[in-house]
């Protein structure tokens, strides 16, 4: 438990250069064509079958029996969850009548019960919905939080804050685009919880940084900011780590549902725990750096 | 009172409330209402579609959601529950049920309410039916006419005949359906003429005498609640606008199950790594974090058994995603109190200052964290909709309930310990020697910080 003293500051453009790759990396993954995102049935209507306990049930079997059953564009991946084997299967039905009707043709085809079936059917016009008002709450939720900084702390927190908010959800929704993970209203609600939570990583940091930057002599803005993180550290370590446990224990143990929400928090925990040290803290500090009366104790301390 | 009679009172109300929450709660499975991804059954949402000249109004929707309930009943389950979604959607939730496919098909049923002339019926097994019972007799498609639709309805009422005191059902008709209904009165006086919805005959009054203004009473031998039913029935007929699936989720109940086991092995091991991770960390302040998650994860699921108890709750998948979140939030807001008290003992406090100011100190900071991710939850509760709410629920119930033991546990047990205890051993609890000559003294540079 003995205290750190890591020059994080000194190397922000490391520090940068990684986040910059990074970005690139997922705006470019969210671009390209081969790419891009894969947006849940809830988003553009359609139905997913999930069987679980499917036994010995080929994927080539599972294929036929859709086929059998005059489903088209049966899209069948196979899941594994605890060692319990299973199938995700995504049509384009929209109609809950003819959905269910073929899961069961299917069921009776591959020989597996049907209380192993779970059918979800999506109308077109509701995934809308669905989309708009989860775009509503990530909005509404980053826009509260940020609020709350603003109030409690000083504009240029806020807006360094968002920077790092923005960085967060692109590299994020990269990750996604990368793995070929399929982005459902789980991803979007576990998304939006983390980055909140995450963003109060940063909040420490400069609440910290507040702190000293109080009775700041013999130092620069830069050299007290790395100090403040160092401070704070270990307690960011222990709180990212202790979060992330279960919500990795729910990746590796849960079924399809709680992977999604696990996919998404585990992610943002990471990369939040990252860009309050990596972006938000030495972009904080070099725009206070550059106010008058910190520039000045740059000049006399930055190379001490 | 003083602070350690306090704080010891603070422990006692905490374990009180341990105790109370495992008698509410055991056992778990029945005492938490699973929700219906984990009961499997049948779950969808039917939304009103409106048009350009029939806009969806609250009226609308309360007569969209009587006819949904009509058609609930007619599938003859128990524990259905049909709430409203937003201003244009029903949620319609149908545990444990068998054959999802025959209540999708009468729930998604498009409602046709017909009037057909019992002698033009082809099927003559039919029309006898219709002699012996005049409800509940099911037309074969083809073998009858509709010589008018349910549209024509204007409104229906149950009323009390003010002469001879007899229940009836009351109807009046748009000025196409009077002039139809006109002629097919006049034309019929001593007829049967059946009121079919859905291909099923739900009354078959006899005409008594020619009705030329659509002013029309049905009477028999109705209770209250029949005529209501019929009430419905005709309603249905006049309903604007079209109801169709948003959402539909046929959940097998052995999937649900597994999906549960599943999400409690989860959180188990969760929660059995985290105490690890703080136990060795943390030496014997980890021990009390373990112990306050053990109060916390009690507390949390006594709350849950409680709601669920007063109707208010359901576990759901995404719900038990929220329980492990706040796992790690809860295991987050101990480590924060942790590491202020060490801090402020390595800027020289004492042990016992250092867990008063230290607690205190590291507990506002885990409330201002707590209430950042509540708000989330919050907006996120409100405005979204689908399943990701049982996630929003949980996560804030969970946020309310790490509050309230880091005020009633957390805090006073760290408090208490810090009196001496911890000053005896401080090796075991894992926290650095006093500094006893800088007590008291000036602050160490940084001072007392925010965290």
Same mark, same amino acid.
């Given at each position: 438990?003995?205290?750190?003293?890591?020059?994080?500051?000194?190397?922000?453009?490391?520090?940068?250069?990684?986040?910059?790759?990074?970005?690139?990396?997922?705006?470019?993954?969210?671009?390209?064509?081969?790419?891009?995102?894969?947006?849940?049935?809830?988003?553009?209507?359609?139905?997913?079958?999930?069987?679980?306990?499917?036994?010995?049930?080929?994927?080539?079997?599972?294929?036929?029996?859709?086929?059998?059953?005059?489903?088209?564009?049966?899209?069948?991946?196979?899941?594994?969850?605890?060692?319990?084997?299973?199938?995700?299967?995504?049509?384009? $039905?929209?109609?809950?009548?003819?959905?269910?009707?073929?899961?069961?043709?299917?069921?009776?085809?591959?020989?597996?019960?049907?209380?192993?079936?779970? $059918?979800?059917?999506?109308?077109?016009?509701?995934?809308?919905?669905?989309?708009?008002?989860?775009?509503?709450?990530?909005?509404?939720?980053?826009?509260?939080?940020?609020?709350?900084?603003?109030?409690?702390?000083?504009?240029?927190?806020?807006?360094?804050?968002? $920077?790092?908010?923005?960085?967060?959800?692109?590299?994020?929704?990269?990750?996604?685009?990368?793995?070929?993970?399929?982005?459902?209203?789980?991803?979007?609600?576990?998304?939006?919880?983390?980055?909140?939570?995450?963003?109060?990583?940063?909040?420490?940091?400069?609440?910290?940084?507040?702190?000293?930057?109080?009775?700041?002599?013999?130092?620069?803005?830069?050299?007290?900011?790395?100090?403040?993180?160092?401070?704070?550290?270990?307690?960011?370590?222990?709180?990212?780590?202790?979060?992330?446990?279960?919500?990795?224990?729910?990746?590796?143990?849960?079924?399809?549902?709680?992977?999604?929400?696990?996919?998404?928090?585990?992610?943002?925990?990471?990369?939040?725990?990252?860009?309050?040290?990596? $972006?938000?803290?030495?972009?904080?500090?070099?725009?206070?750096?550059?106010?008058?009366?910190?520039?000045?104790?740059?000049?006399?301390?930055?190379?001490? | 009172?003083?602070?350690?009679?306090?704080?010891?009172?603070?422990?006692?109300?905490?374990?009180?409330?341990?105790?109370?929450?495992?008698?509410?709660?055991?056992?778990?499975?029945?005492?938490?209402?699973?929700?219906?991804?984990?009961?499997?059954?049948?779950?969808?949402?039917?939304?009103?579609?409106?048009?350009?000249?029939?806009?969806?109004?609250?009226?609308?929707?309360?007569?969209?959601?009587?006819?949904?309930?009509?058609?609930?009943?007619?599938?003859?389950?128990?524990?259905?529950?049909?709430?409203?979604?937003?201003?244009?959607?029903?949620?319609?939730?149908?545990?444990?049920?068998?054959?999802?496919?025959?209540?999708?098909?009468?729930?998604?049923?498009?409602?046709?309410?017909?009037?057909?002339?019992?002698?033009?019926?082809?099927?003559?097994?039919?029309?006898?039916?219709?002699?012996?019972?005049?409800?509940?007799?099911?037309?074969?498609?083809?073998?009858?006419?509709?010589?008018?639709?349910?549209?024509?309805?204007?409104?229906?009422?149950?009323?009390?005949?003010?002469?001879?005191?007899?229940?009836?059902?009351?109807?009046?008709?748009?000025?196409?359906?009077?002039?139809?209904?006109?002629?097919?009165?006049?034309?019929?006086?001593?007829?049967?003429?059946?009121?079919?919805?859905?291909?099923?005959?739900?009354?078959?009054?006899?005409?008594?005498?020619?009705?030329?203004?659509?002013?029309?009473?049905?009477?028999?031998?109705?209770?209250?609640?029949?005529?209501?039913?019929?009430?419905?029935?005709?309603?249905?007929?006049?309903?604007?606008?079209?109801?169709?699936?948003?959402?539909?989720?046929?959940?097998?109940?052995?999937?649900?199950?597994?999906?549960?086991?599943?999400?409690?092995?989860?959180?188990?091991?969760?929660?059995?790594?985290?105490?690890?991770?703080?136990?060795?960390?943390?030496?014997?302040?980890?021990?009390?974090?373990?112990?306050?998650?053990?109060?916390?994860?009690?507390?949390?699921?006594?709350?849950?058994?409680?709601?669920?108890?007063?109707?208010?709750?359901?576990?759901?998948?995404?719900?038990?995603?929220?329980?492990?979140?706040?796992?790690?939030?809860?295991?987050?807001?101990?480590?924060?109190?942790?590491?202020?008290?060490?801090?402020?003992?390595?800027?020289?406090?004492?042990?016992?200052?250092?867990?008063?100011?230290?607690?205190?100190?590291?507990?506002?900071?885990?409330?201002?964290?707590?209430?950042?991710?509540?708000?989330?939850?919050?907006?996120?509760?409100?405005?979204?909709?689908?399943?990701?709410?049982?996630?929003?629920?949980?996560?804030?119930?969970?946020?309310?309930?790490?509050?309230?033991?880091?005020?009633?546990?957390?805090?006073?047990?760290?408090?208490?310990?810090?009196?001496?205890?911890?000053?005896?051993?401080?090796?075991?609890?894992?926290?650095?020697?006093?500094?006893?000559?800088?007590?008291?003294?000036?602050?160490?540079?940084?001072?007392?910080?925010?965290?």
């Amino acid at each position: 438990m003995s205290r750190f003293n890591i020059d994080f500051l000194g190397h922000r453009n490391i520090m940068f250069a990684i986040s910059g790759v990074l970005l690139v990396v997922s705006i470019a993954a969210l671009l390209l064509p081969s790419f891009g995102l894969h947006f849940g049935i809830e988003f553009q209507g359609g139905t997913s079958i999930s069987v679980v306990n499917s036994g010995d049930v080929s994927i080539e079997q599972m294929r036929a029996a859709f086929a059998a059953a005059g489903v088209q564009n049966a899209n069948i991946q196979t899941t594994d969850t605890q060692g319990v084997k299973g199938f995700i299967i995504r049509t384009e $039905v929209t109609n809950p009548d003819e959905a269910a009707a073929s899961a069961q043709k299917v069921a009776a085809a591959v020989k597996l019960p049907n209380d192993t079936f779970l $059918v979800t059917t999506i109308g077109p016009g509701w995934g809308k919905n669905i989309t708009n008002r989860a775009l509503l709450a990530l909005g509404l939720s980053i826009a509260a939080i940020l609020l709350y900084i603003s109030v409690r702390f000083e504009y240029k927190m806020s807006i360094t804050a968002v $920077v790092a908010l923005v960085h967060d959800i692109l590299i994020t929704l990269g990750i996604y685009a990368l793995l070929g993970a399929e982005v459902t209203p789980n991803t979007i609600a576990a998304l939006l919880t983390i980055l909140g939570y995450s963003l109060y990583d940063t909040v420490v940091v400069f609440h910290r940084m507040k702190e000293n930057s109080q009775h700041l002599v013999k130092q620069s803005f830069m050299q007290m900011a790395n100090e403040s993180i160092n401070e704070v550290l270990m307690r960011s370590i222990n709180t990212t780590v202790s979060s992330l446990i279960p919500v990795l224990v729910m990746l590796f143990f849960g079924g399809e549902t709680l992977k999604d929400f696990a996919l998404a928090l585990s992610i943002g925990l990471l990369v939040g725990a990252y860009s309050s040290i990596g $972006v938000a803290t030495p972009l904080y500090a070099m725009w206070k750096e550059s106010e008058p009366k910190y520039a000045a104790l740059k000049k006399k301390y930055a190379n001490a | 009172m003083d602070q350690k009679q306090q704080n010891i009172l603070l422990l006692a109300i905490a374990l009180v409330l341990m105790v109370a929450s495992w008698a509410i709660l055991w056992p778990p499975q029945k005492q938490i209402t699973q929700g219906l991804d984990i009961q499997g059954g049948l779950s969808v949402i039917l939304t009103a579609q409106e048009t350009t000249t029939s806009p969806v109004t609250a009226s609308v929707m309360d007569r969209a959601e009587l006819i949904v309930r009509n058609r609930v009943d007619r599938l003859g389950v128990r524990e259905a529950s049909i709430q409203r979604q937003g201003n244009d959607s029903l949620l319609v939730q149908i545990p444990g049920i068998k054959n999802a496919q025959e209540a999708l098909a009468v729930l998604g049923s498009t409602g046709q309410l017909e009037f057909v002339d019992v002698q033009s019926i082809t099927d003559t097994a039919t029309v006898a039916a219709l002699a012996a019972a005049d409800k509940n007799v099911k037309l074969k498609p083809g073998t009858y006419e509709p010589f008018m639709t349910g549209e024509v309805v204007r409104n229906a009422a149950v009323q009390q005949n003010p002469t001879t005191g007899e229940i009836e059902v009351t109807l009046t008709m748009n000025s196409a359906g009077t002039k139809t209904w006109a002629d097919y009165t006049a034309a019929n006086i001593g007829k049967q003429v059946a009121i079919v919805l859905d291909g099923t005959v739900q009354s078959a009054p006899v005409v008594q005498s020619a009705i030329p203004d659509g002013q029309t009473a049905i009477s028999g031998s109705f209770t209250a609640e029949t005529a209501k039913q019929l009430k419905t029935v005709l309603e249905t007929g006049s309903l604007p606008v079209s109801l169709e699936f948003s959402e539909s989720r046929v959940v097998g109940p052995t999937l649900g199950q597994d999906s549960l086991r599943q999400g409690v092995l989860a959180v188990a091991i969760g929660l059995a790594l985290v105490a690890l991770y703080v136990l060795i960390f943390y030496r014997g302040l980890g021990l009390l974090t373990v112990g306050s998650l053990i109060i916390f994860a009690s507390f949390f699921l006594g709350i849950l058994a409680l709601l669920s108890r007063a109707g208010f709750f359901a576990l759901t998948l995404p719900g038990i995603a929220g329980i492990v979140l706040t796992i790690g939030l809860a295991a987050d807001s101990s480590i924060l109190i942790l590491e202020r008290f060490i801090e402020e003992v390595r800027m020289g406090k004492t042990i016992r200052s250092a867990a008063n100011s230290g607690s205190r100190h590291g507990m506002y900071t885990s409330i201002d964290a707590d209430i950042v991710t509540f708000v989330s939850a919050a907006v996120l509760y409100f405005v979204a909709i689908g399943p990701v709410r049982g996630f929003a629920l949980t996560l804030m119930i969970g946020i309310v309930c790490d509050i309230v033991m880091m005020v009633l546990f957390k805090r006073p047990a760290l408090v208490l310990l810090g009196e001496s205890a911890i000053g005896k051993a401080p090796a075991f609890w894992g926290v650095p020697k006093e500094r006893a000559a800088v007590t008291g003294s000036k602050p160490q540079k940084g001072g007392v910080a925010g965290v």
